[in-house]
């Protein structure tokens, strides 16, 4: 193969590239098209020929997209090659700074969870129960929502008649404040559905400390990856990068 000088790195092949990266040569195609490499220098004969700044750019978007999914990754990859070096930075501490705001929104549900399961339900009264706007009121958010999280069954109101409007126990609007502290806390409805039964059950602080830690991994894992992805983002800028 013909040796084309570039960025004073060893000369590579598509395969070598996806050998080091991890991806199919196919994978590392895609990413050229789609401007995550850059546009590799081509031999007489046509054969691609990639340096080191096309692995260190398949690898900042192979950490990124664990870090803040692939579409973002992509466009923070293609801020690395295309500049300027602000335009990067500001994409890079709008990732951390969600990051930071989804840590904080686990803490006050942890706290907040661990408050309402604890609560005696022997200490609330029948009367103590709420309509759907009185609830919805209550927790700052919309009717739709409670409508919204009874037809999905994670929390389920009692039906009044004649007209089936819905009512709220006590125990149900336990139920509803720590919904509302997960669902903040970036819970989906699938494990939420299947957390609620452990809740009513009386198992409920358990199940809701193990599915916030699961959270806290989840949201470490992005936070190792991002750490990860910066050291080859830098690597891709090169030293005299301001």
């Known amino acids: 193969m013909e040796r084309v000088p570039t960025l004073k790195s060893a000369v590579m092949r598509t395969v070598d590239v996806a050998r080091r ?3 199919s040569v196919q994978q590392i195609r895609n990413l050229e098209r789609d401007g995550v490499l850059p546009p590799a220098v081509r031999t007489a004969a046509g054969h691609r020929v990639h340096t080191e700044v096309h692995v260190h750019s398949a690898l900042a978007y192979r950490s990124l997209a664990v870090g803040t999914g692939p579409v973002e990754a992509k466009q923070i990859v293609r801020a690395a090659h295309e500049g300027p070096a602000a ?13 930071d705001r989804e840590r904080t929104q686990l803490a006050l549900a942890r706290e907040a969870a661990a408050q309402i399961s604890a609560e005696p339900m022997a200490d609330v009264r029948p009367a103590d129960a709420m309509g759907v706007s ?10 739709s929502t ?14 009044l008649p004649p007209r089936g409007s819905r009512r709220y126990t006590p125990a149900q609007v ?4 720590i919904v509302h502290q997960l669902r903040g806390a970036g819970y989906r409805v699938g494990p939420l559905r299947a957390l609620m039964p452990d809740l009513r059950s009386g198992r409920g602080r358990e199940s809701v400390e193990a599915a916030l830690a ?15 992805a910066a050291a080859a983002i830098r690597a891709i800028l090169g030293p005299s990068t301001a």
């Open 214 to 228: 699961v959270r806290e991994a989840a949201i470490a894992t992005r936070s190792r990856a991002l750490l990860d």
């Open 134 to 143: 009185e609830l919805a009121e209550a927790l700052g958010v919309r009717a």
């Open 87 to 99: 335009r990067l930075l500001a994409l890079l501490d709008a990732v951390h700074a969600r990051l």
């Open 146 to 159: 409670l409508r919204h999280w009874d037809a999905e069954g994670l929390v389920v109101p009692d039906r």
């Open 174 to 177: 336990r139920d509803a404040r």
């Open 21 to 23: 990266t991890g991806y």
